[in-house]
């Protein structure tokens, strides 16, 4: 207090890197994040578009970092990858708020843009195949975005479990099962804690050398 005043803290967060890849700086991060206790630091909102220009975005998970990108999985018959097949390019977010060893309330947020590759069912096999079986279930059972009844689901859900649980029945890989990878050509990391005002790292990728390059460019 100073003449009945409270003083109110402030100050700047630091992004400190020295690497030359954005890729370097996010599996840092996503580490830091696994070791807290945030329940699902895979989990990411991506975004497409239409031929229309319709935007929309919806929460899927990381299923692998690769050297240019990120891949997830979906259903082939669902909207985003009817607006892929439109459009060819997304963004993803992914949101880290936590509390870190030191008591420090930390912001980060990766916002990630870039071309968006369908890959080819031998690329995502091992990605199926290590999927627990109510996933695997899951993915032969919903039609994403398709009006059905409690009773129906149950029934089609029934079907498909009783010769898993009762036979050992493997289910394979559903024709409808893709995986996309977003290649990166944006990465913009942003990061702040408790009351500091927040630093920003974005990363291009020169389309001619394909090197990064990256400048702060603050919150
Ligand atoms: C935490 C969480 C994780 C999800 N992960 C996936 C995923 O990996 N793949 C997927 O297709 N849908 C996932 N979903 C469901 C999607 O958010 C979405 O409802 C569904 O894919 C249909 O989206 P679309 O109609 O925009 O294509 C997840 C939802 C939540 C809440």
Same mark, same amino acid.
């Given at each position: 207090?100073?003449?009945?005043? /409270?003083? =109110?803290?402030?100050?700047?967060?630091?992004?400190?890197? +020295?690497? @030359?890849?954005?890729?370097?700086? *996010?599996?840092?991060?996503?580490?830091?994040?696994?070791?807290? @206790?945030? $329940?699902?630091? +895979?989990?990411?909102?991506?975004?497409?578009?239409? &031929?229309?220009?319709?935007? /929309?975005?919806?929460?899927?998970?990381? #299923?692998?970092?690769?050297?240019? &990108?990120?891949?997830?999985?979906?259903?082939?018959?669902?909207?985003?990858?009817?607006?892929?097949?439109?459009?060819?390019?997304?963004?993803?977010? *992914?949101?880290? %708020?936590?509390?870190?060893?030191?008591?420090?309330?930390?912001?980060?947020? $990766? #916002? $990630? =843009?870039?071309?968006?590759? !369908?890959?080819?069912? =031998?690329?995502?096999?091992?990605?199926? @195949?290590?999927?627990?079986?109510?996933?695997?279930? #899951?993915?032969?059972? %919903?039609?994403? &975005?398709?009006?059905? /009844?409690?009773? !129906?689901?149950?029934?089609?859900?029934?079907?498909?479990?009783?010769?898993?649980?009762?036979?050992?029945?493997?289910?394979?890989?559903?024709?409808?099962?893709?995986?996309?990878?977003?290649?990166?050509?944006?990465?913009? *990391?942003?990061?702040?804690?408790?009351?500091?005002? &927040?630093? #920003?790292?974005? *990363?291009?990728?020169?389309? @001619?050398?394909?090197?990064?390059?990256?400048?702060?460019?603050?919150?």
């Amino acid at each position: 207090m100073e003449n009945g005043k /409270t003083i =109110e803290p402030s100050g700047l967060a630091q992004i400190k890197f +020295d690497g @030359d890849s954005p890729f370097e700086l *996010f599996q840092s991060w996503r580490k830091d994040a696994i070791n807290t @206790d945030l $329940v699902l630091p +895979d989990a990411l909102t991506f975004a497409t578009c239409n &031929g229309d220009g319709k935007v /929309t975005a919806r929460t899927v998970r990381l #299923r692998r970092i690769e050297p240019d &990108g990120f891949v997830i999985m979906t259903d082939r018959r669902s909207r985003k990858a009817r607006d892929l097949a439109e459009v060819p390019s997304g963004a993803m977010v *992914f949101l880290w %708020c936590y509390v870190d060893d030191e008591g420090r309330t930390v912001n980060r947020q $990766v #916002r $990630v =843009e870039g071309e968006v590759l !369908e890959l080819q069912p =031998e690329q995502y096999q091992d990605l199926y @195949d290590a999927e627990p079986l109510f996933c695997k279930i #899951r993915s032969h059972i %919903c039609q994403q &975005g398709k009006a059905l /009844t409690g009773n !129906e689901h149950k029934r089609h859900h029934d079907e498909v479990y009783g010769p898993c649980n009762n036979e050992g029945l493997e289910l394979p890989m559903p024709p409808h099962f893709v995986a996309y990878k977003l290649v990166a050509n944006i990465m913009d *990391f942003y990061y702040a804690y408790d009351e500091l005002i &927040g630093d #920003r790292l974005l *990363f291009v990728l020169d389309p @001619d050398t394909k090197k990064w390059k990256y400048n702060h460019v603050y919150a």
